[in-house]
């Protein structure tokens, strides 16, 4: 059934700062691109391919493996913010020693790498935190039928502003600023970008829940089978567990290009740009395809797109096409992630009764998160065979993950 699109978007107080949160946010995705920028940074300074795989999965499953931990501590609370601005504190603090440490140890290939990726996994596992009493605010101040158009705009404008970082990553790349300072600068403005938006949803006003008693532990794992027991929401975790697997892939399409295919460094700007100029028109299809035919054909179609990026990534290194048709990976794959975010956060909220969201929520992120610690699997099958085999395997899993999208839940 369509979700049928408001007859008003005239945004509330606490719509606009969340709005606003999600742009600046993706301003802050621009500069810290995982997969290209922060990969990148960490090709010039000569990481194993595992360790590049690492780094996305840090990012990813530290941000969901703690979540069920944090819906036990969330549930009872009547106000999620004062986490969410905890959780940030550590998250902005841990981005300036990211800085810090690019700028200053480079020399020391090393010792960077391990401190940054101790600082990696502390954000996420701050971004973690903050990430449930995120979607728990945003499901009080923002009605199911507004939601589709609420995150359709927050990554619409954000996904303007982070083609406009991908220029800026290009100019510093490209310019006479020496190494390890033009990764520190990008790092900086990221940091400035995220601090901000941090700031910005802090300020949202929260309505407070009903008093619930308090969540332990042991009962949130104890519940797990109880939560699987919802057919609809084990559908929705094979496809997410698939889906995270395919990811595999992911890290390795900036540093096959720089590695294998010798592309120049300033071209990671240049992907930037097409990951994020990529993601305004998405988002408006996306938008179209939530109002028509709601989150469950998003996930399939963007499933389908992902599955094409690494195909193509082998098209160009196999038949050495011209540098631009490389370009097309990152499209796809930024069509693909605009659809996953509208797609993924819809579904979730829609699946998961309002008396236990948190738990819905933090049983999905926990047992997915694990999952998304496939890239570093990525990386050692790419250190023994090749980039080529792991760009095989993850179009396999985004197949898999197509055909299990079959047995969604229709919206209602």
Not at 160 to 173: C, E, K, M, S
Not at 324 to 336: K, R
Not at 376 to 397: K, T
Request: aromatic fraction near 10%; proline fraction near 6%; hydrophobic fraction near 55%.
């Amino acid at each position: 059934m369509s979700v049928a699109r408001p007859t008003r978007l005239r945004w509330n107080p606490n719509e606009r700062l969340g709005i606003l949160n999600g742009w600046l946010v993706f301003l802050g995705d621009g500069f810290l691109s995982v997969s290209v920028v922060v990969a990148g940074f960490a090709a010039r300074l000569g990481a194993p391919n595992a360790i590049i795989g690492l780094l996305p999965a840090i990012s990813a499953g530290g941000w969901m493996l703690p979540q069920l931990l944090v819906a036990a501590r969330v549930r009872s609370l009547p106000y999620k913010l004062p986490v969410y601005r905890s959780a940030a504190l550590v998250r902005m603090l841990t981005y300036l020693a990211m800085v810090v440490i690019a700028a200053t140890l480079a020399g020391q290939p090393a010792l960077c790498l391990t401190l940054f990726v101790l600082a990696m996994l502390l954000n996420a596992l701050a971004s973690g935190v903050s990430g449930l009493p995120f979607l728990e605010v945003v499901s009080k101040i923002v009605p199911p039928g507004r939601r589709a158009w609420f995150f359709g705009t927050r990554n619409l404008y954000g996904g303007l502003l982070a083609f406009g970082a991908g220029l800026v990553v290009r100019w510093i790349l490209a310019s006479g600023l020496s190494f390890p300072l033009n990764y520190a600068l990008i790092f900086l403005l990221g940091t400035v970008a995220y601090t901000v938006g941090y700031g910005v949803f802090g300020r949202v006003t929260e309505p407070a829940d009903p008093p619930l008693p308090p969540g332990k532990v042991r009962e949130e794992i104890r519940a797990i089978p109880h939560t699987l027991a919802d057919r609809h929401f084990r559908a929705f975790l094979i496809v997410r567990l698939l889906l995270a697997a395919a990811s595999m892939g992911d890290p390795f399409y900036a540093v096959y290009a720089l590695r294998d295919l010798h592309y120049p460094a300033a071209t990671l700007g240049t992907f930037v740009m097409a990951l994020t100029g990529a993601a305004p028109l998405s988002n408006i299809l996306w938008q179209r395809v939530a109002e028509r035919k709601g989150s469950r054909r998003i996930i399939r179609y963007a499933a389908f797109f992902a599955g094409l990026a690494p195909l193509l990534a082998l098209t160009v290194g196999t038949l050495h096409l011209p540098p631009g048709a490389y370009l097309l990976v990152f499209i796809l794959s930024s069509v693909a992630l605009q659809g996953f975010n509208l797609g993924h956060t819809n579904h979730l909220l829609n699946l998961a009764p309002a008396d236990a969201r948190s738990r819905y929520i933090g049983t999905l992120n926990t047992l997915v998160g694990a999952a998304l610690f496939a890239p570093v699997l990525g990386g050692l099958l790419a250190d023994a065979a090749g980039y080529r085999v792991v760009f095989v395997l993850s179009a396999v899993l985004f197949a898999a993950a197509w055909w299990q999208c079959a047995k969604l839940r229709r919206d209602a």
